[in-house]
């Protein structure tokens, strides 16, 4: 396969510069960034994206905010190319950002090419797929395929403002969610850029990644009750302490996913309610995140933490109440859309592996719906992400987009 026409189109130094306007959209002071889904800051993002758009390309933001460009958005059939420019709290300069960029910039030399694609591509832009702020994933676009449910809508962030109303603040007013806001009988494909959020490139000296299979995963909110008693004055036998019975849940989520290989289990978060130096505490609540590409082996974990939970607050003489608030299926990736990636990195001389996705992206709500979806992978840095410390590689940011802009070009390929 030839080398493609574009190839020295593509223009590091603009995406570049692109990654770092963006990333001054919600810095923090830790060197992070701090975009939460429907925020001033990521509504603002989203106007910088448009404002770096060609005058030629039609755009639409649809009931959600997301955004699509594209020279004919209402053509008989388009690839779809994008990601996401929400972040975690302090999070990396990467992870969404640059798969918007990629795209941006892979639609840019398709367009100047000489011979323009026979599909005309469509750059989508999605709201609020982290699950940072109200603890919902990829919002956007589950909305755009019809996907959201009501207890999406209600759930609220630290500060009780349910979704919806974070919407309708930001000027978006979505109605009826059980129908997709996309022609999905129009859309061939949907490919995606990330970072991949752990170390086996980066180990491996691969210049790129494609994504086979999304790991998905079970979430549960968990709260352990116990009593409040003082420190000084209640001997060790007496107590109800809800803090030492969430250390050894937390201890053992650790070893009951260790066991397997193939699952990992995660808190990432831990809050001791009205706790202080003198107390034993009364109530504590943390996440639990369950993740694998098999649902059988994930069951599994997951029965194992919770008999384990049962156990640890039978012995202390304390309660537990878990709330599910995530339930997902790991998704295999399109073997076509797979086969032409390979094709496009291969014909970059870039090296390349296939591996998993160990996070969750909205290429995997596109898979669900049955739209053939492709997701490269640039090196992360240390295996760092959501992280101020997050980074990859500048050539494989420019290999992704010569890869991707191939892929745009050639969609019978």
């Known amino acids: 396969m030839e080398d493609p026409p574009y190839t020295d189109s593509v223009d ?18 830790e060197g992070g960034v701090t975009r939460l889904a429907y925020s001033e800051e990521e509504s603002e993002a989203f106007e910088y994206v448009r404002s770096e758009l060609d005058n030629s390309l039609e755009i639409r933001t649809d009931s959600l905010g997301n955004l699509y460009a594209s020279p004919d958005l209402d053509s008989a059939e388009t690839t779809l190319v994008g990601s996401h420019l929400d972040s975690v709290y302090n999070g990396g300069r990467l992870d969404g950002a640059l798969g ?7 639609m840019d030399v398709v367009e100047t090419a000489e011979t323009s694609s026979a599909v005309p591509p469509t750059l989508v832009v999605f709201r609020g797929e982290e699950s940072a702020r109200f603890g919902s994933h990829t919002i956007g676009s589950r909305g755009a395929l019809g996907m959201l449910t009501v207890e999406d809508f209600s759930r609220a962030d630290q500060n009780d403002v349910p979704l919806w109303l974070a919407m309708q603040r930001d000027g978006h007013q979505p109605s009826d969610l059980s129908e997709p806001m996309l022609d999905l009988s129009r859309v061939r494909r949907f490919y995606e850029t990330h970072i991949e959020q752990g170390r086996v490139l980066d180990e491996s000296d691969n210049d790129l990644g494609i994504v086979t ?35 050894e849940m937390i201890t053992a989520v650790e070893q009951v996913a260790s066991d397997t290989g193939a699952v990992v289990a995660t808190v990432g978060d831990i809050t001791a309610r009205d706790g202080a130096i003198n107390k034993v505490c009364g109530e504590v609540a943390f996440p639990l995140d369950i993740r694998s590409d098999e649902v059988p082996s994930r069951d599994e974990v997951e029965r194992g933490i919770l008999n384990e939970f049962s156990r640890i ?35 970059t001389g870039a090296e390349y592996l296939q591996l998993p996705s160990g996070g969750g992206h909205d290429a995997m709500n596109f898979q669900q719906a049955g739209i053939p979806t492709g997701m490269l992978f640039v090196p992360s840095v240390r295996g760092i992400s ?3 410390e997050e980074e990859t590689y500048p050539e494989s940011i420019r290999s992704a987009a010569i890869a991707t802009a191939h892929v745009l070009a050639n969609p019978d390929a």
């Open 12 to 29: 590091l130094d603009r995406m570049q510069r692109r990654l770092d306007e963006i990333m001054s959209i919600g810095k923090t002071e």
């Open 100 to 106: 918007v960029v990629v795209a941006m910039e892979a």
């Open 213 to 247: 299979s999304i790991r998905a995963p079970v979430r549960y909110n968990v709260t352990v009750e116990g009593a409040y008693d003082h420190s000084g004055a209640t001997p060790m036998d007496l107590r109800e302490d809800a803090l030492a019975a969430a250390g």
């Open 313 to 347: 607050t039978d012995r202390r003489d304390v309660t537990v109440s878990k709330e599910e608030i995530d339930r997902s299926d790991p998704v295999s990736l399109s073997k076509n859309a797979i086969d032409e990636l390979t094709d496009a990195v291969s014909a």
């Open 386 to 388: 959501h992280s101020p």
